[in-house]
């Protein structure tokens, strides 16, 4: 268990970089930051799937099959619409939907895998997760009082209905990701992530390909393919591309063998703590007493909640006859 929440806690403070690194490109698109960064973590997964090849060779085609289902749900189709909500509602309400993970992560795990590992007695699980709740609610309200007052009724649904996809798709990933490493103890985390690394690279091409021949019609004056700053974007992205893809998969994987799966969604609060804290160092400024509050909060729901012990299944037996 503690072994397991340390690469949950590892996890989340290289996930955490994710909300920092746009910020040191601003002039280049979201799209192209998107296909550069999973480009990348394609690329650093090729000499580790050369060292693991032994490994990868056991995976068999329905193997493949899952851990591409994965990579296009979990990494590229899940970013694709958490960006695109950013771009139309604007940062602060999209990331207090998506701040909504942990709490629907729980609840998901605890209705569809509590009957296999353990159910969380809802009594105690409720405290926590409204703990977890309302320190989302006040580190997002804090972001809001900052928001312009810009409103257009059609992007705002959009850009809703496109968080709501990206909670979707991040909510199906770590639960099917965790319970295929949980039924799968012969294969290695390390593996496991290197082949969702490997599947990803050729999709992250084609998006990169599109996304390129979309900018040179649209974007003329924009430098392709690295864009203006390829000394800053370059290694950038291989930074983003090594940390937050590769090694922080790992590291979650390695949590999601250790974990029952009900747990495993409040430990995803490590990346918004982690993000807020980048956030602000960046800024140079310390967070508001609003935001304090439900770091706190924040932090004491997911204490909570790792101290509760799953109920064991009762298993009725008939005597036969």
Excluded at 161 to 184: D, E, G, I, K, Q
């Amino acid at each position: 268990m503690f072994a397991g929440v340390l690469f949950a806690l590892s996890a989340g403070l290289m996930w955490g970089l994710i909300f920092v690194g746009p910020l040191l490109v601003p002039d280049y698109p979201a799209s192209l930051q998107s296909a550069g960064r999973y480009i990348a973590f394609g690329l650093v997964a090729l000499p580790l799937a050369w060292h693991k090849r032994q490994r990868l060779r056991e995976l068999t085609r329905r193997d493949w099959t899952e851990a591409l289902k994965l990579t296009l749900v979990g990494n590229l189709i899940y970013y694709t619409c958490l960006a695109s909500a950013i771009q139309r509602t604007g940062a602060p309400i999209s990331t207090m939907i998506i701040g909504t993970l942990p709490v629907v992560i729980s609840v998901t795990a605890n209705l569809l895998y509590g009957q296999h590992e353990g159910r969380l007695s809802w009594r105690k699980l409720t405290p926590a997760l409204l703990l977890i709740a309302a320190g989302l609610v006040c580190v997002n309200a804090a972001e809001l009082s900052l928001a312009g007052s810009d409103f257009s009724l059609w992007r705002y649904l959009s850009g809703i209905a496109l968080a709501l996809a990206a909670v979707a798709c991040w909510t199906w990933y770590p639960l099917r990701n965790a319970r295929w490493l949980r039924m799968h103890p012969q294969y290695r985390p390390a593996a496991w992530a290197t082949a969702q690394g490997l599947v990803t690279l050729p999709v992250a091409l084609i998006a990169g390909v599109l996304v390129c021949l979309q900018l040179a019609l649209t974007q003329p004056a924009f430098s392709l393919p690295f864009g203006p700053r390829p000394e800053v974007f370059v290694p950038l992205m291989l930074l983003i591309g090594l940390l937050c893809s590769w090694l922080g998969t790992l590291c979650w994987n390695e949590a999601s063998q250790r974990l029952p799966t009900v747990l495993v969604g409040p430990l995803i609060v490590f990346e918004i703590l982690a993000g807020l804290a980048y956030t602000f160092l960046l800024r140079q400024q310390w967070p508001p007493l609003l935001t304090l509050a439900g770091i706190l909060c924040l932090m004491a729901g997911v204490i909570m909640a790792m101290r509760i012990k799953p109920e064991p299944r009762v298993v009725e037996v008939t005597s036969p006859g």
